[in-house]
């Protein structure tokens, strides 16, 4: 197993465009975090699924973020109407129940909108 | 409101040195606790997680501890390597939520 994978690692639109981020976790992970990161800051908290269930989401993460898990396997973040300020890095990270919760990151998809 | 804070926000010391690194939150009821280390443009690597239950996690070099009452955690690196530098996160998970918060980080460059 590789790790957590996403993909593309850089996107650049034009503002007003619709983008969509996948990120595939660890094979046996069954919880998955969505973050956003922007340049000197914390990774800020989107969403969290268990499985395919989406479990608990920011206030963000409405209107034009939308997230998706199929399956319980990979997961989507849609952003819609993209504006400059949602230029950041985007990161997600799984972790197993079934262990200490541990998070393993993925190296994250930069967005940047002109 | 959970509120987490990480001084000093940067750090320059000599190879070699001991150093700690501090955490503070404002909200005692978490359900555990993790640092991580971000090299620049890149994602993140845990490095120790510590449940509420526990006063400290060790491995190698690193150091953890929790004092939930002070609403503390140190991050203790013994004898420093120029490859430890990097930005060092701690992150909060409170009981009741799933949701990480995360501090600003500290920013550390070991000199050679």
């Known amino acids: 197993d590789t790790g957590v994978s996403q993909d593309p690692r850089h996107k650049i639109t034009k503002r007003g465009q619709n983008v969509t981020f996948r990120c595939d976790p660890i094979?046996?992970?069954?919880?998955l975090y969505w973050y956003r990161q922007t340049l000197g800051q914390g990774p800020e908290f989107l969403t969290y699924?268990?499985?395919?269930?989406?479990?608990?989401k920011s206030r963000l993460l409405s209107d034009r973020f939308s997230a998706e898990r199929p399956k319980g396997s990979f997961s989507t973040l849609e952003i819609q109407r993209t504006e400059q300020g949602d230029s950041a890095m985007y990161l997600c990270a799984s972790s197993f129940t079934g262990g200490d919760y541990e998070q393993y990151f993925g190296p994250g998809t930069r967005l940047t909108v002109t | 409101k959970q509120e987490v804070t990480q001084i000093p926000a940067a750090l320059s010391v000599p190879e070699g040195e001991n150093l700690v690194l501090n955490c503070s939150f404002t909200?005692?009821?978490?359900?555990?606790l993790q640092w991580f280390r971000q090299d620049p443009g890149k994602g993140l690597t845990s490095l120790l997680l510590i449940q509420s239950s526990q006063r400290e996690q060790t491995s190698g070099r690193l150091n953890a501890s929790l004092d939930k009452s002070s609403g503390r955690s140190t991050l203790y690196i013994a004898a420093s390597q120029p490859g430890d530098s990097a930005t060092y996160l701690c992150?909060?998970?409170?009981?009741?939520?799933?949701?990480?918060?995360f501090g600003t980080g500290t920013r550390l460059k070991v000199l050679a």
């Open positions: 699924f268990q499985n395919e269930a989406q479990l608990e």
């Open positions: 909200d005692s009821a978490i359900y555990n």
């Open positions: 094979s046996e992970h069954n919880r």
């Open positions: 992150a909060v998970r409170n009981s009741g939520t799933y949701k990480y918060i």
